[in-house]
């Protein structure tokens, strides 16, 4: 792990150790939280992997808005527009979540 020293090793064990992070069992360290949950790493960017998502409900959007547009607005129309949107919040919430987390 590229460290000078067995003592910094153990330096960097014990601060885990007391963040409660990880805990030592007789067969070694176990890792008790996981800090980075639902982030994918590209390179050196953390992305909550609800982007996705995201950007997908925000392009349902804009097709529900500029494409398919009926003459007059029907039920089936305002109702999947509907379901798109809430979709899009509640992943934004997410993401918002996780990042505060991380």
């Known amino acids: 792990m590229g460290l000078s020293s067995p003592s910094v090793a153990q330096y960097h ?3 885990l150790s007391e963040f409660g992070l990880l805990r030592e069992e007789p067969e070694g ?3 008790d939280k ?3 949950n639902n982030i994918v790493r590209i390179m050196n ?3 909550p992997v609800q ?3 995201v950007a997908f409900f ?3 959007v804009l097709f529900f808005v500029l494409f398919p547009r009926p003459l007059t607005f029907t039920s ?3 109702f999947g527009l509907f379901v798109v949107i809430i979709g899009l919040f ?3 919430r997410e993401v918002v979540n996780t990042s505060r987390q991380a």
């Open 29 to 31: 360290y176990v890792v």
């Open 13 to 15: 064990l014990r601060k």
């Open 58 to 60: 925000a392009a349902s």
């Open 76 to 78: 089936t129309y305002v």
């Open 45 to 47: 960017l953390a992305i």
């Open 51 to 53: 982007v996705g998502y």
């Open 34 to 36: 996981t800090v980075f």
């Open 90 to 92: 509640i992943s934004i």
